[in-house]
């Protein structure tokens, strides 16, 4: 039972454009959702999180937006910058800080 | 953000040897910390919650016979993959979590190649 899909494995991307990932989960007990980057060999960083609460958080050049009703959740990029590629995983969690389920992850590649 | 450091970032074993990995949170106390594996191509995968002075909770498949989780301080989580098999070969990470913060922090990953 996958809770956490990430459909599209791969994005390609022209600089300064936006970069557009998606994200859906089934666990409608989750009450925060996180986007995480990862590089290769490397362990994932933090990008931005959003509260079940909440529809859209932005920070910077990202913006994660939530739909509820559809359990989906989105994450812009906005310009788009070829430091941006990378993997991305989205992940969900509940009352249990840090526990997380991650979807597959998309590769995103931000092309000069 | 917080620190998470993870040791080493990459190592290989014989096959029926024994690996540890050590999961270390430098400037902050973690009560949890979480172990994931990530095969190849695919999502983190969790194997178990660390919990601090207590038995490590091991997510159905994991075989925590296996994979001995130690949490003996608020700052340290060790993993050893026991009788190591090439199937093991994975990449594992761990992260830790500091009260009140919903993002988890991630160490850096270990690459275990098993030959």
């Known amino acids: 039972d996958q809770q956490v899909k990430q459909n599209s494995p791969s994005l390609s991307v022209q600089e300064g454009r936006i970069s557009i990932l998606n994200c859906d989960y089934t666990?409608?007990?989750?009450?925060?959702f996180l986007w995480y980057k990862k590089y290769p060999a490397e362990g994932p960083t933090f990008l931005i999180s959003?509260?079940?609460?909440?529809d859209k958080n932005e920070d910077g050049r990202f913006t994660v937006f939530l739909n509820k009703s559809a359990k989906h959740l989105s994450l812009h990029i906005v310009p788009s910058q070829p430091g941006d590629s990378a993997v991305y995983f989205c992940?969900?969690?509940?009352?249990?800080?840090?526990?997380?389920?991650f979807g597959q992850g998309t590769i995103l590649t931000v092309h000069p | 953000g917080a620190v998470v450091s993870q040791h080493p970032s990459w190592v290989i074993c014989k096959s029926g040897t024994s690996v540890k990995i050590e999961c270390r949170s430098l400037?902050?106390?973690?009560?949890?910390m979480f172990w994931y594996r990530q095969f190849p191509k695919q999502s983190l995968m969790l194997m178990a919650t660390?919990?601090?002075?207590?038995?490590?909770?091991?997510e159905q498949g994991v075989e925590k016979d296996k994979f001995l989780i130690n949490h003996a301080s608020l700052t340290l989580s060790t993993l050893t993959v026991t009788s190591a098999h090439p199937e093991d070969s994975s990449f594992y990470i761990c992260?830790?979590?500091?009260?009140?913060?919903?993002?988890?922090?991630f160490g850096q990953g270990t690459r275990l190649t098993v030959v």
């Open positions: 959003i509260s079940s609460i909440k």
């Open positions: 400037d902050f106390q973690a009560t949890t």
């Open positions: 666990n409608s007990m989750f009450d925060y």
């Open positions: 992940g969900g969690g509940g009352t249990s800080y840090g526990k997380l389920t």
């Open positions: 992260s830790a979590t500091v009260y009140a913060y919903t993002e988890a922090f």
């Open positions: 660390s919990n601090e002075g207590s038995k490590a909770t091991y």
